[in-house]
């Protein structure tokens, strides 16, 4: 069965420059959702979107941004990186918003120099 | 506030010997209750889910779990474990009408051969 999709896998970048990960969705689901799971920690929600459109937010720092396509994948863009972005992102896709689990993609680990 | 607690960060067991992990929620409303595990390197990869009807929720792999309303608590419990059960496991909850998941801050379990 088809997964969720993320790229890159493995990111590294350096303090000051900008990164975009990219998701893509299980075929049919409409919802997607980033999460950042730093180091020994638990995931902790960014952000999602429903129908291409911004349906919740967490705590997602300002240097962040993130929109969903037409062809419902999601973009996580983040500029002026610091150290402390130096996580796994994971991106999650539902069938819908409501009532559905969420199925989580593989991550994409960022390691910030 | 919204939050998840699970009271065994780490958890050591012989094969065969029965797992109950703990996890309490703080919400208040109608939630959905969820087991994630996330194997070693691996992505989150759902367990078990509860929505509605019966509380005792069984899952793959032989795990279920009981949601009790009346003590907040949705505990993961398998009656014998296996060395290939070593990973790390998150509670989280979702309140209904909401989109993002609250992860607990996992329990990691070792099942020693």
């Known amino acids: 069965a088809a997964g969720v999709i993320q790229s890159p896998r493995h990111l590294i970048k350096e303090k000051r420059e900008t990164a975009t990960l990219k998701c893509y969705p299980i075929?049919?689901?409409?919802?997607v959702y980033w999460y950042q799971q730093g180091p020994g920690q638990d995931p902790q929600f960014l952000i999602s979107?429903?129908?291409?459109?911004?349906?919740d937010k967490g705590s997602i720092p300002d240097r962040f941004s993130a929109q969903q396509f037409s062809d419902y994948h999601s973009e996580l863009n983040m500029s002026s990186l610091e150290l402390g972005d130096s996580a796994l992102y994971f991106c999650?896709?539902?069938?819908?918003?409501?009532?559905?689990?969420?199925?989580f993609g593989p991550g994409t680990r960022l390691t910030v120099t | 506030a919204q939050s998840v607690s699970q009271h065994n960060h780490h958890v050591i067991l012989s094969e065969a010997a029965s797992l109950e992990l703990g996890c309490n929620y703080s919400?208040?409303?109608?939630?959905?209750l969820f087991w994630y595990v996330q194997y070693p390197g691996q992505h989150l990869q759902l367990l078990l889910k509860?929505?509605?009807?019966?509380?005792l929720v069984k899952g793959i792999k032989g795990f279920e779990a009981e949601f009790i309303k009346s003590k907040f608590s949705f505990n993961l419990r398998k009656p014998s474990v296996q060395w290939s059960d070593t990973a790390e496991y998150f509670c989280?909850?979702?309140?209904?009408?909401?989109?993002?998941?609250?992860f607990g801050t996992g329990t990691r379990l070792k099942v020693l051969a």
């Open positions: 075929p049919r689901h409409d919802t």
């Open positions: 509860y929505f509605s009807g019966d509380p």
């Open positions: 999650a896709s539902s069938l819908a918003p409501d009532g559905y689990e969420q199925y």
């Open positions: 919400y208040g409303g109608t939630v959905n």
């Open positions: 979107f429903y129908e291409k459109m911004q349906s």
């Open positions: 989280a909850v979702r309140g209904s009408g909401t989109y993002k998941y609250i």
